[in-house]
Every structure is written in structure tokens, then in C-alpha cells.
């Protein structure tokens, strides 16, 4: 049997002829094509030629498989492996290329973009448009239209006379006129010969149109270098005023080349530095342990109920300010710790009438997680997110402010490029940190589709800038190279498994031994982020439990604190600095705050000797017995409020202050003083004043104030925005492939000829009930298999082949071929019947 006779002639052709593995390949590489799972290999190949998915696939394609691509669109159809060649690796012959393309053209077979043999090699249809040149589309290529393409709209006279001026006999018809001056083009030595004659101008014309754009304008007039072209077809009108040069031109005098260079090799990446491997993980734990307390002093700053909600949903630009201030951090900084604390469900909004963000109750649990532990919860949050807080101060597609946690934030390329990033920075030595453009040259290579053009500042590379400043605040990378915990985030060795060749024979493509790893499923990531955890454990310091108090009312604490005694001390004093060590120091102010908070001299006492490695100074001491003494002297209730006090010469010294006019204060009794403002407002403004109030409640009692955590109700965390329909896993893929091979098999089932019109691809059959019932019941005498329609309770419509055994009460039991085991139908849902070939 001749090739001519096995080659397929379509898509469909082409994939019934694939293996159930090849199948398999396909639609893990392009998961849109069994969303839904197609009812037969036609279904499949139609819905592999439509734009919308033609277009996902082309743009996941790598350079150099684009570039294949390429070559076909401007190749003959079909075209042989040959001729791919010769576009590819020019009349030089690449051996770089040569060695590539086998596994370029695989890659896009595998992804049914290319189908058909080495000799008939065709691009779909569809592809074909979008990577096609034209006047609208240039090719990347930098070709023009074929010959023939070009003088399809020229007069049979016009061609005639370019075909006599280029030194050729004339035709009978302007087709074989285009052909023979396409011929002449693509022979080398005529053209050189024709070319010999040219004028140095002409010349010159031609090498500024060979590598594109290949379009010019010319005058009504045109020049005689111009004119000396346009006579012998070296540059065709394709409309009034605008020429072209051909492609077999362009191609001749590129030495045969589509593309000025091809790049059959993704380019390295290199390291700017190389660092100790320990010291790589000592920084990384450091930047954890900033990152941890980050978080805990942002949700610290919220906890008795954040900034508002704006209308629009998210944070305003004032309270971001206000953040980054409190942060000790820049705006955007600011907002990627913001949207990194609502991502991993610590921060949401509370929904009351006032909206105003708070800490969630999945913020206290995950206090209680071990540090390591909490520092892998951030980090696999950060990796598979979407929200990219990097577009924050930007603008959306309807030019609306984007703000932090606000709508409009989710990137869904943001998680494929941050592990692809830090999968290149696993591929370095260890502690070796990579040349930031390196990086983003390897991932343009990887999605030119997706970069836009060499050197723009699109998503793709803000994306990855985003990644490698963002990885260094939380800790993954350590002086830019990526830390031993970060490493076990990716889980590389198991993913590295996955896709490793099966023996000597079995080798990965260039271009996907540069995407060995992937992103892991959810339970994959649990484990590599409980791995993870338990290599940073050991480097995180242990929480202290004591204090060096000083002379200067001031306590240092030369690593992290307890919980118990970092809230403590957090009450009776203020921070002064943060680092290495925190200095806190001691005021009237936060002292008397710590009293407000029901805490009494002798506790404060006993406190500070129990944590403090140093002997409690004596300055401190007096400043604890000064503000405890005064605090409550005077008391503060509701009238609008009153002031009373047992001495009445504390009552006089107030009246006397210029600064209590504000209060409106007036007196009542020897001992009380009313006043128009309201308890809160005279607690303030008598401290102010440099008295210690205290608040007392109707009965008289003294009002502890302690500060209430204001959480929201149960939130779970933002869902990521996925970019596609999710990769299938195995036992999807097993299901679908098996569905469709069924539903092609009831398709494609040769039937007995009827005398009715025959049926169009995919249409159902149609019998009467009694024609139906009949059927079946000779198939059960008889034996024999029968084709179907058949309609589910869902209003699905399927073709089937089944052998019927048994009708009885409205319903035929049957082995049904396409399911592979035996099922009842109901008659009445059965659309028609037809009796299968013999053969």
C-alpha cells in the first residue's frame, strides 16, 4: 500500500492513528480540549482547530517551537520535512538547528498544531491564519506574500510583461506565469544571473526589504531603481502606491533562512555571585523571622479593627501611608505584606455596617503554629497566589485605581512564574545567585507570546522582577540565591522525577528539560511545605524569656520574646527600635496604661524582677510607685461626666489650668466637677494635663480598660484565579481518552446502506418506535450489534454500539460496546437504530 493511501487526510485522521499515551500527552499539554470531554476523535480534532484554543496553545509554545511554527506558515502546504529544514537552517545547514528541530516538530505534533508525515507536513488550519504574514498581521518572520498570493489581483497582461522582462517565455494563463516566475525566484543561479544585471540602487532597495518589513511605498512615478524592480517581479504592487517583495525573493537572498536567527537553545543562566551555601540559609532564616514579625506587628496595629473598607472595596491611599509608616517600610512594601496577610487568611474585611478590615480567627490559630511553621504557611501562600501586589498603585483596563486588597489584583500568570523563576535559581549551584536579565532572557525564551516584545516591560517580567524582591523579604532566596528551605518549597527532586527520562533511549527536548519543574498539585505542596518548615526550624532563634533592663527607662530584648511576655511588655512599654534586638521604653503614659489594664503596682514589680537578667533600676522603680500613687486619685463617670476627687485642692489646681476652658468644667461639690464633655474626652484631656484619672463605673468601681481584639466572623482565604482549566490528573485523563475512543467507535461503526438520505457526521439516527422495537428484537435473535442513538435524562445526545440481549417492559439490556459493559436503556430514549456492516 503506498504512503499516499495511509497518510491522514485530516486532524481527526491523524489522531484516531495516536496511541492512547500520544492522546494522553495532548490533553495534559492543552487541558481546554476536554472541557467537556469530547464525544468522539472528530469532536476532538474541531474543537483543537478553533481559535480560542489555537491561541492558548500557540502562546505556551517556546521560542524556538514558535519559530518552527513560523516556517510552516510560510511554507507550502503541505510541506515536507525538507523543505522545514531548509527554513529553518538555511542553505549553510545549522547543526544546532538540524539537531533541535526533531524534538520542535514533535512538540507540535504532540500538541495536534502540526499533522500529517515527514513528507506532508501540514500546520491546522487555524494556526496557520494567525502566524500567516499580511498587511494587517506582519509575519515575526519579516516575509511578504508568496508570488502567487501577490499577482492574484494583477491583469493577465501585467504579469505577461513582467515574465518577458525577467527573461522568460510567456504563458498561456497568468497561474503558470506566477509559477514560472516563482520558479525562476527559487532557482539560485537564475536569480543571482538576473541580479548580476540590477543596478547598485536596486540593489541596495532589495537589503534594506530582505528581513522585513517587507512592504514599501512608492510614487505614481516611481524611481528607475524602483522601476527596474517592478518590471521583472523582484517587487510586486499589491495596492495602489504600496509594493512588496516576494517571498521566494527574500528567502533566495537570506540563503534560504525564515528567520534572521534562529535560537534552537534557551539562553543560561548565570550567576552575578556565589555566596556559602550556609550563609545563603543564615540570611534567608533571618529575612523569615522579619517576615513573621512583619506580619504579626501588621496584625498587631489592626487588631482592635483596622482601616475602613472603601466603597469601592480595598484600602485607600491614605491608610496604605499610614502602614507603610507604622511598618517602618515603603508603600509598596507595604502592600505586598498587606495582600500577603489576606491571601493567607489573617486579614479580611469584618462586614458590619461600618466595613473596616480586622484580624481573622484563623490569625489566632496560626499564632500558635511553631514559627517555622508559620513562616511555611506565608511562603506556599505567596507561591500559589494570584493576587500580584506589585500592580498596586496602577491603573485597570477602565483606567479605575487599583489598591490594596481591593478588586482588579489577580494575575493569573503570577503563580507559573513565580515557581519558574525560582525553579531557574535551583537550576544555579547552590549558593549561587543568578544575573537578574539572565532570568528574564530564559523565561522570554520560554513564552515569547507571552513577553510581548525583546526589552517591553510587560507582566511576564514585571511578574518575575516582583518574584525575585519579593522571594529576598520572605526569606526564600538569601542574598539572592535560593535558600535550602526554599528549595524544599519546590519540591525539585520530586518533580524532577516525574517527568525524568524512562531509559537511555527515552530523551527530554531541550525545551522541556528547561520546565521539569512544575507547579506541585495541593497535596505535593503540603509535604514540601511541611519539609520546608522543618529546615528552617533550626535556624530561626529560640524566643527568649527575659529582658536587660536599663538605667535610661529603657529594656532590650536581644532576640524574640515569649508571647506572654512580648503582649506584656508590649502594655507597659512603647517600642523604640526594632532589629537585632527591640529597645523598649518606659513611660507615664504606657505605665499607666498597664494600670488602666487592671495591673496594680506590686504586679508591674514583680513582673519586671521575674524577666529582667538585670536588677531593676532605681529611676524605674520610682516611676511605677509615681504613676501607680496619682493613678485613680481622681475618677471620671457619666453625667455628661464628672470629675471627683477627696482633695479638693487637686479640684482647685484643675479649675485654675487655662488648659481645662475646653472641658467646660464647673464645680458641684467640694469634691466633684461637672463637665459638658464626654468621659472619654475628660480622660484625655486630663492627661494631658499631667494627671493620672481613672474611669469609674455607676456603682463607683474603678473601670479596667483592657484592649479588645476585634476579629471577623470565619473567613476562608481568597481562592486562586486559575489561568485555564486545571491539568488533568491521571484518572481524568484514563476516563476521557477512554469516552472518546468509545464515542468515535460508535461514530465511525460502518453501517448497512438504507434507502433513506444518509446521515451527516454526528447526527443521530432516526427510526419510528416501531421500527426501533423491531430492530432490537431480531438483534436478539440473531446476535448481532447495532448502532444507536440514544438520549440521556440530561438531554445529552450519543451515538452507541451495542449488542441487545434482552427487551422486555419498555427497556433493552444490552452489552454496550462504547462502555464496555452490559446496560438497560429505555426504549423511548433511544432515537434510532441501524443495523452495522457485516464486515
Known amino acids: 500500500m503506498s504512503t499516499e493511501a495511509t497518510a491522514p487526510r485530516s486532524l481527526a485522521e491523524a489522531l484516531r492513528g495516536r496511541d492512547d499515551t500520544s492522546l494522553a500527552a495532548l490533553l495534559r499539554s492543552r487541558p481546554d480540549l476536554i472541557t467537556p470531554v469530547p464525544t468522539d476523535l472528530t469532536q476532538l480534532a474541531t474543537r483543537a482547530g478553533t481559535r480560542a484554543s489555537v491561541v492558548r496553545a500557540v502562546e505556551r509554545l517556546d521560542r524556538f ?71 494587517q498581521h506582519p509575519s515575526p518572520t519579516g516575509l511578504g506574500p508568496s508570488v502567487r498570493e501577490a499577482t492574484a489581483g494583477m491583469s493577465p497582461g501585467r504579469i505577461q510583461e513582467i515574465v518577458t522582462t525577467a527573461g522568460l517565455p510567456t504563458t498561456h494563463d497568468p497561474v503558470s506565469a506566477a509559477d514560472a516566475l516563482s520558479g525562476l525566484f527559487q532557482d539560485r543561479e537564475r536569480l543571482a544571473a538576473l541580479l548580476g544585471g540590477a543596478p547598485r540602487d536596486s540593489v541596495e532597495v532589495l537589503e534594506r526589504l530582505v528581513w522585513g518589513p517587507p512592504y514599501g511605498q512608492v510614487t505614481a512615478d516611481p524611481a528607475a531603481r524602483l522601476r527596474w524592480l517592478l518590471d521583472r517581479g523582484l517587487l510586486l504592487p499589491i495596492s495602489p502606491g504600496t509594493v512588496v517583495l516576494p517571498r ?42 522579619t517576615a513573621l514579625a512583619t506580619v504579626e506587628e501588621l496584625l498587631k496595629d489592626w487588631d482592635e479593627g483596622g482601616p475602613a473598607v472603601m466603597r469601592a472595596g480595598g484600602l485607600s491611599v491614605r491608610d496604605l501611608k499610614r502602614t507603610a509608616v507604622a511598618l ?178 527515552d530523551k527530554l527536548p531541550v525545551h522541556h528539560r528547561t520546565a521539569l519543574a512544575e507547579p506541585l498539585s495541593p497535596a505535593e505542596q503540603a509535604v514540601a511545605s511541611a519539609a520546608a518548615a522543618r529546615l528552617l526550624a533550626p535556624l530561626l532563634p529560640e524566643p527568649l524569656d527575659h529582658v536587660l533592663l536599663q538605667a535610661d527607662l529603657t529594656a532590650v530584648a536581644p532576640g524574640p520574646l515569649q508571647r506572654p511576655l512580648a503582649d506584656m511588655l508590649g502594655v507597659l512599654a512603647d517600642v523604640e527600635s526594632k532589629g537585632g534586638a527591640t529597645v523598649f521604653r518606659f513611660t507615664p503614659g504606657s505605665v499607666r496604661r498597664a494600670l488602666d489594664a487592671g495591673r496594680t503596682a506590686s504586679d508591674l514589680h514583680a513582673f519586671l524582677a521575674a524577666h529582667s537578667r538585670t536588677p531593676v533600676p532605681q529611676p524605674l522603680a520610682y516611676l511605677i510607685d509615681d504613676v501607680a500613687r496619682r493613678h485613680g486619685h481622681l475618677r471620671v463617670g457619666a453625667a455628661s461626666a464628672y470629675v471627683r476627687c477627696d482633695d479638693d485642692g487637686v479640684l482647685n489646681e484643675i479649675l485654675a489650668d487655662k488648659r481645662a476652658a475646653g472641658l467646660r468644667l464647673r464645680r458641684l461639690a467640694p469634691t466633684v466637677l461637672a463637665a459638658l464633655a464626654d468621659p472619654a474626652s475628660l480622660l484625655e484631656g486630663l492627661r494631658a494635663m499631667g494627671f493620672a484619672p481613672a474611669a469609674e463605673s455607676a456603682e463607683g468601681d474603678v473601670v479596667i480598660t483592657r484592649a479588645h481584639a476585634h476579629r471577623t ?59 426501533t422495537l423491531a430492530t432490537m428484537q431480531a438483534a436478539v435473535l440473531t446476535g448481532q450489534s447495532l448502532w444507536i442513538g440514544y438520549v440521556n435524562a440530561e438531554g445529552t445526545a450519543s451515538q452507541r454500539v451495542i449488542a441487545p440481549v434482552r427487551v422486555e417492559g419498555g427497556f433493552v439490556t444490552a452489552y454496550d460496546h462504547t462502555a464496555d459493559e452490559v446496560r438497560t436503556y429505555p426504549l423511548h430514549r433511544i432515537t434510532g437504530v441501524a443495523e452495522l456492516a457485516d464486515d
Open 713 to 771: 466572623p470565619p473567613r476562608t482565604a481568597p481562592e486562586p484565579v486559575p489561568e485555564g482549566p486545571p491539568t488533568p490528573d491521571a484518572t481524568l485523563l484514563t476516563a476521557a481518552i477512554r469516552a472518546i475512543r468509545a464515542g468515535d467507535l460508535a461514530s465511525t461503526a460502518p453501517r448497512k446502506p438504507v434507502d433513506s438520505a444518509p446521515l451527516a457526521a454526528g447526527e443521530l439516527p432516526r427510526t419510528s418506535s416501531a421500527e
Open 248 to 289: 521566494e525573493v527574500a528567502l533566495a537572498l537570506r540563503g534560504g533562512r525564515a528567520h534572521r536567527a534562529a535560537e534552537p537553545a534557551p539562553p543560561t543562566v548565570v550567576a552575578a555571585a556565589t555566596h556559602a551555601p550556609k550563609l545563603v540559609d543564615a540570611t534567608a532564616a533571618g529575612q523569615a523571622f
Open 65 to 135: 517551537s514558535l519559530q518552527t511554527a513560523e516556517a510552516l506558515a510560510v511554507a507550502g502546504d503541505p510541506a515536507s520535512y525538507g523543505e522545514l529544514l531548509g527554513l529553518m537552517a538555511g542553505d549553510d545547514g545549522d547543526p544546532l538547528v538540524a539537531a533541535a528541530l526533531p524534538q520542535a516538530l514533535g512538540t507540535l505534533r504532540e500538541q495536534a498544531l502540526v499533522w500529517g508525515g515527514d513528507d506532508r507536513l501540514r500546520l491546522v488550519r487555524t494556526a496557520r491564519e494567525l502566524l500567516a504574514p499580511s498587511p
Open 328 to 505: 517602618d517600610v515603603s508603600e509598596p512594601v507595604a502592600a505586598f505584606w498587606v495582600e500577603l496577610a489576606y491571601a493567607a487568611g489573617l486579614i479580611a474585611s469584618d462586614g458590619e455596617a461600618d466595613e473596616r478590615y480586622a484580624a481573622t480567627p484563623g490569625y489566632d490559630e496560626w499564632l500558635e503554629r511553631p514559627a517555622a511553621e508559620r513562616w511555611a504557611h506565608l511562603a506556599e501562600t505567596w507561591l500559589t497566589a494570584t493576587r500580584a501586589s506589585g500592580v498596586v498603585g496602577g491603573r485597570d483596563a477602565k483606567d479605575r485605581p487599583l489598591s490594596a486588597l481591593g478588586p482588579g489584583l489577580d494575575r493569573s500568570a503570577a503563580p507559573e512564574v513565580r515557581h519558574r523563576v525560582l525553579s531557574l535559581l535551583a537550576g544555579l549551584p547552590q549558593g549561587a545567585a543568578p544575573d537578574a536579565g539572565s532570568v528574564l532572557a530564559r523565561l522570554h525564551w520560554e513564552r515569547p507570546l507571552r513577553g510581548g516584545q525583546r526589552g517591553e516591560d510587560d507582566l511576564r517580567t514585571r511578574l518575575a522582577r516582583w518574584t525575585l524582591d519579593e522571594a529576598e523579604q520572605l526569606g526564600v532566596t538569601g542574598r539572592g540565591a535560593l535558600s535550602a528551605q526554599g528549595r524544599a518549597l519546590l519540591a525539585l527532586p520530586a518533580a524532577v522525577e516525574r517527568r525524568a527520562p524512562k531509559g537511555p533511549g
